[in-house]
């Protein structure tokens, strides 16, 4: 029961209760897990053990401020400019509404409200948290640090972290670590998550299954960190990061931090990635029910050389084999001849359609087919048109070089007037043809960050109001364009977290689509995140950092993991790789609705000689698995004459099960206990298995 001082949010299948420390002015965890996890002495009482450190400092605390906690780390750090650092509040109210709950606490010293909010998300496990600042004197207030929350992990051993790691073409790589002391941390200042970390992460102590989530709801400088404290617990913090610095506060002001998603499963990371795709399927909204077509992407057969009678023969190509919609990649505008020129003037190149675009874009919808456009609305060339008409909208620092990356500099996305330019950009491209499917790509962080005419005595927050402005571009595209499909990219998957998901309908994880490097992105990317936001692309790329050869098959089915596109030369392919892919497009439209919509489980890794992805749908009762050979190249079997098995999860033991193209029928306890038979061969290393509940 909800006392005065102690407060339980529930969600679909956990609680998590929070409670006034009897030890400070704080709000710390009592207990979190499944249901009923909060009805006994909480676990995580360790406060009263402070020897040579405050209580603050021990306790399992919520959100505490530099000042009240000045050893292990702070989540806020604040003061007024030119005065000591440091906030000691009081306990002011608290809020309880359904599956919401606000703690304040106040400073009268300092002129400081701070507000703790959390959030239930409806059908879902995962509670969100978000603190709100105040300013309540009468002089500005410096924030050096602004976390969004503390989360706090009982563990009764060492824990093990896993968090997502890469560089560009090698994102979502699943790494672990255990820490039985110490701190990590990971983030990015590059204004977009980044290639190296994504903003999440997952905790498990090593004695059960349990396991712990976090990820953080921001596309700007962020961090997050682990830190094993003595007495059995991980303490994690997450938030942005002020490129400049410090935030300041105005007299009446109110900040709010990024929104950090928690989420709990008592099944390990599998059951944890479920939790998050229900999220994200949460996030998407009614845009689910629009089916995510499969697309051809023109670029890695074309590159920069378009003209409308080579995309129109890829685009009948397309067409033949099933392909639902055609997407014009970079190259399609006035000065677009290679990478130094273009980016700015988003007006297509009269010579490479000669007959108008309108007429072009005609013809590929004439095939059956929908339209699409690559754009890259926050970068510039210095040789444009909008460059030398507009010098003053990149981010540049007076007196010094800018800098140029992929020979193209930055918009500064935080001014209104470039959000204005950039959204009528899209509304002239969006309107002017029957565009129905619009690629967002970014491929250069901003490097010398200053806006001509404002200094630090201005106290720009550059990199919350590029977020804001990035946002607001968004929003405006998803009301005005409700029926446009958005992809979000950056470079790959530099710009991949819970704000852009929700407003887009697939993101690009990597530019790499080579099949068994595709294979370990993908499987780090679904721990994260969903099926149905995934764009992967059946391409011709011979691997980067796994050059093994795999079959188109192997292409098919990794690919269609996700949202399936094309990105391969169609010209060049033979009459048989046609018809085989038309079998495997074919096949994709039959099940994408289990894939983007079921509950997921991953089945091995990239590491295992055979490993797969396994969607269930219990409404019609079909499970499809997605199943890979990573072995030898010749095929064989781990044991000579046995074939290999992938075990299933989540069946009902005493059904049965039957897959129609092989003709078998298979007990639940037989699929769960031995498994899915495949017999590889250097010609077979991927299968589509679809199977019904009798």
């Known amino acids: 029961m909800t006392s005065p001082r102690r407060w339980t949010l529930r969600t679909r299948h ?139 992990i009982p563990v009764s051993g060492t824990a093990r972290l896993t968090y997502l790691t890469g560089q560009w073409s090698q994102e979502f790589q699943r790494t672990q670590l255990d820490l039985p002391r110490g701190t990590f941390t990971m983030g990015s200042v590059q204004a977009a998550p980044g290639h190296a970390y994504a903003p999440w992460l997952a905790v498990q102590d090593g004695t059960s299954q349990a396991a712990y989530g976090i990820a953080l709801e921001w596309p700007g400088n962020w961090h997050m960190s682990a830190q094993a404290e003595p007495g059995g617990a991980v303490r994690l913090r997450a938030g942005r990061v002020p490129h400049e610095g410090a935030v300041f506060l105005a007299p009446g002001e109110t900040l709010a931090t990024p929104r950090l998603a928690c989420a709990f499963s008592s099944g390990g990371l599998d059951g944890l990635a479920r939790v998050w795709h229900r999220y994200e399927r949460h996030l998407t909204g009614e845009r689910l029910d629009r089916p ?20 129109l023969e890829l685009a009948e190509v397309a067409a033949d084999i099933g392909a ?28 490479a359609f000669p007959q108008g675009f309108g007429r072009f874009v005609e013809d590929v919808r004439a095939l059956g087919l929908d339209f699409g456009l690559w754009v890259e609305p926050e970068a510039i060339s210095p040789a444009s048109e909008l460059y030398a008409a507009h010098p003053e909208w990149v981010y540049r620092i007076d007196g010094r070089p800018a800098r140029l990356v992929r020979n193209q500099l930055l918009l500064d996305l935080g001014r209104a007037d470039v959000q204005d330019f950039v959204i009528a950009t899209l509304d002239r491209l969006l309107t002017e043809h029957p565009v ?68 887009t309908d697939v993101v690009w994880p990597s530019d790499n689509t080579a099949p068994l490097d595709r294979l370990a992105i993908q499987h780090g990317f679904l721990h994260a995140h969903a099926p149905h936001v995934m764009s992967s692309w059946v391409t011709d790329a011979p691997g980067v950092f796994d050059p093994r050869p795999r079959s188109l098959a192997f292409r098919f089915v990794n690919a269609m993991c996700g949202v399936l596109g094309i990105g391969a030369d169609l010209r060049a392919w033979t009459p048989q790789q046609r018809a085989e892919a038309a079998h495997w497009i074919a096949r994709y439209k039959d099940v994408r609705d289990v894939v983007h919509r079921g509950d997921v489980h991953l089945l091995g890794g990239p590491a295992d000689p055979t490993c797969g992805v396994q969607y269930d749908d219990p409404g019609t009762g079909r499970t499809v698995v997605a199943a890979l050979s990573t072995g030898r190249l010749d095929g064989a079997p781990l044991v000579p004459g046995r074939p290999s098995r992938l075990r299933l999860r989540a069946l009902e033991p005493r ?12 007990s639940g306890a037989h699929l769960l206990h031995y498994g899915l038979p495949f017999a590889w061969s250097a010609d077979h290393d991927a299968e589509l298995v679809v199977l019904t509940r009798l």
Request: with cysteine; charged share 25%.
């Open 14 to 152: 956990t609680s998590y209760t929070v409670r006034l420390s009897p030890d400070g002015p704080w709000a710390e965890l009592d207990a979190w897990g499944p249901l009923g996890v909060e009805d006994g002495p909480s676990a995580l009482d360790w406060s009263h053990r402070t020897h040579f450190i405050t209580p603050a400092d021990a306790a399992p605390a919520e959100y505490v401020p530099h000042g009240l906690r000045p050893f292990t780390g702070a989540d806020l750090v604040a003061s007024r400019p030119g005065g000591e650092r440091g906030v000691w509040w009081e306990f002011a109210s608290a809020q309880e509404g359904e599956g919401t709950l606000r703690l304040a606490f106040t400073d009268d010293v300092l002129g400081l409200r701070t507000v703790l909010c959390y959030e239930t998300v409806p059908e879902t496990d995962v509670v969100l948290r978000w603190t709100e600042l105040t300013c309540t004197g009468d002089e500005e207030l410096r924030l050096e640090r602004i976390d969004s929350a503390g989360v706090n």
């Open 292 to 311: 995510r077509k499969v697309l051809y992407n023109s670029w890695e057969a074309t590159g920069f050389d378009v003209d409308a009678a080579g995309q």
């Open 324 to 351: 639902e919609l055609f997407v014009v990649d970079d190259g399609w505008f006035t000065g677009r001849a290679d990478d130094t020129g273009g980016l700015g003037d988003w007006y297509p190149d009269p010579a």
């Open 436 to 503: 129905s499917y619009l690629k967002w790509d970014m491929n250069r962080p901003p490097t010398e960050r200053g806006r001509p005419g404002g200094g630090p005595a201005d106290h720009l927050d550059l990199d919350a109001q590029h977020v804001a402005g990035y946002l607001r571009v968004l929003d405006h595209l998803r009301a005005a364009h409700p029926d446009v499909t958005v992809e979000g990219c950056a470079g790959g998957g530099g710009r991949v977290e819970h704000a852009t998901i929700a407003r």
């Open 655 to 666: 059904a049965r099960y039957r897959d129609a193209a092989s003709d078998r029928t298979y």
